[in-house]
């Protein structure tokens, strides 16, 4: 037999994972719980016996905790999907936004581009599960894990290190949310004084340590890609778009009891008056275009409400082909441009409108906008 040293140190702290936050646990309420369950006989267990039944308390009390924390990963899951592009998908389904709560966590943990990896998983997971009509049958992270153990078992060690730290992290999370008010209750303000930075520095390791496993996941399946010709790489080199380049959205809100549009600056020429729009980005369904340059233009959050028409011109000798949607303003913020945006009731959007294909849309949605 093999000793393999990296699946022993992965074995190991899987094992700590469990002990150390139960050990811990049954030393600050081993008072409490050892004359509830061994009365009297409590104060005369000493010695080995008690190192035994510390060790045996500690473990039980260890799987239990394990259980409970493995709760917080509905926690993790939704602050997870509260990111900035799983906010441009969930529009481009006309969902609702997440909570913002779960969005001011994800802004915190989370960098702007943190789901370009899981997306390109996800795409390269259906090209293989599809034919099978399995894609929905195992989420991304775990059909990485899987192909990972079959093909390369060495890389899967580095994916369960992560995920071992971040469950020792995740179980001590309940041990601080238990003393946190146990230690207000028995009076001891010092412990609830610790604990609280403790308790927020635990959640913050191990939200990073199981981002850093799901990621190196996706990075070794698409590095693995890469190096396929007759793969998902080969299927993106074959792809046609249909010949869209553009995408983006006609958006109204309703003020009061009048309905207003959405009309934003050009880029290049600012004295002109546009609806929102951008080039598709590689990959990019055109209803998450139409999302994303809506927020990115105007600062204006949009869900689509359904499909127009497609537009198409010629720019210095270069066709250019927009599909249009018909999309209701859900919540409004700040952009980082420079260029303005306004919103206008039909008639004087019309007027403010520059060109005739933005005025026809104009025309055209104002009988499809969806009754109160």
């Known amino acids: 037999m093999n000793f393999?040293?990296?699946?022993?140190?992965?074995?190991?702290?899987?094992?700590?994972?469990?002990?150390?936050?139960?050990?811990?646990?049954?030393?600050?309420?081993?008072?409490?719980l050892g004359l509830w369950f061994l009365g009297s006989e409590y104060k005369q267990i000493a010695g080995t016996e008690g190192g035994v039944v510390f060790l045996f308390s500690s473990y039980l009390l260890g799987h239990f905790i394990f259980l409970l924390g493995s709760w917080l990963d509905e926690l993790y899951d939704a602050i997870r999907k509260a990111t900035h592009s799983e906010q441009i998908?969930?529009?481009?389904?006309?969902?609702?936004?997440?909570?913002?709560?779960?969005?001011?966590?994800?802004?915190?943990?989370?960098?702007?581009?943190?789901d370009r990896?899981?997306?390109?998983?996800?795409?390269?997971?259906?090209?293989?599960l599809n034919p099978l009509q399995a894609a929905s049958a195992v989420n991304a992270f775990q059909w990485c894990k899987a192909r990972l153990t079959l093909e390369h078992p060495e890389a899967i060690a580095t994916i369960q290190r992560f995920e071992a730290d971040s469950k020792f992290f995740?179980?001590?999370?309940?041990?601080?949310?238990?003393?946190?008010?146990?230690?207000?209750?028995?009076?001891?303000?010092?412990?609830?004084?610790?604990?609280?930075?403790?308790l927020l520095l635990a959640f913050w390791r191990y939200v990073d340590q199981r981002l850093k496993a799901t990621n190196q996941a996706y990075w070794y399946i698409i590095t693995l890609e890469s190096q396929k010709k007759d793969g998902y790489r080969?299927?993106?080199?074959?792809?046609?778009?249909?010949?869209?380049?553009?995408a983006g959205g006609v958006?109204?809100?309703?003020?009061?009891?009048?309905?207003?549009?959405l009309l934003v600056q050009a880029s290049?020429?600012?004295?002109?008056?546009?609806?929102?729009?951008?080039h598709i980005e590689l990959e990019e369904r055109p209803q998450e275009t139409a999302v994303r340059e809506v927020r990115e233009e105007t600062g204006v959050w949009a869900a689509i409400k359904r499909e127009l028409k497609r537009v198409s011109f010629k720019v210095?000798?270069?066709?250019?082909?927009?599909?249009?949607?018909?999309?209701?303003?859900?919540?409004?913020?700040?952009?980082?441009?420079?260029?303005?945006?306004?919103?206008?009731?039909?008639?004087?959007a019309l007027e403010k409108a520059t060109h005739n294909e933005t005025r026809d849309l104009l025309k055209f949605v104002e009988q499809k906008i969806p009754a109160t």
């Open 89 to 114: 998908k969930r529009l481009a389904r006309s969902e609702k936004l997440s909570a913002r709560w779960s969005r001011l966590l994800a802004g915190f943990f989370f960098k702007k581009d943190v």
């Open 316 to 348: 210095d000798e270069k066709s250019v082909k927009i599909q249009f949607y018909l999309m209701e303003a859900t919540e409004e913020g700040k952009t980082s441009e420079k260029r303005k945006s306004v919103w206008l009731p039909l008639d004087k």
């Open 170 to 198: 995740r179980s001590l999370l309940v041990v601080l949310c238990v003393i946190f008010p146990w230690s207000l209750l028995v009076n001891r303000p010092v412990i609830a004084f610790v604990s609280v930075p403790v």
């Open 117 to 128: 990896a899981v997306n390109l998983a996800v795409r390269i997971k259906e090209h293989y």
């Open 4 to 32: 393999e040293p990296q699946k022993f140190f992965i074995g190991l702290i899987d094992f700590f994972s469990i002990l150390l936050p139960g050990a811990l646990f049954t030393y600050l309420f081993k008072d409490y």
């Open 234 to 246: 080969h299927q993106t080199e074959t792809t046609n778009k249909d010949g869209l380049s553009h």
């Open 251 to 261: 958006v109204f809100r309703r003020n009061k009891n009048q309905v207003e549009y």
């Open 268 to 278: 290049n020429v600012p004295n002109e008056w546009v609806l929102p729009k951008g």
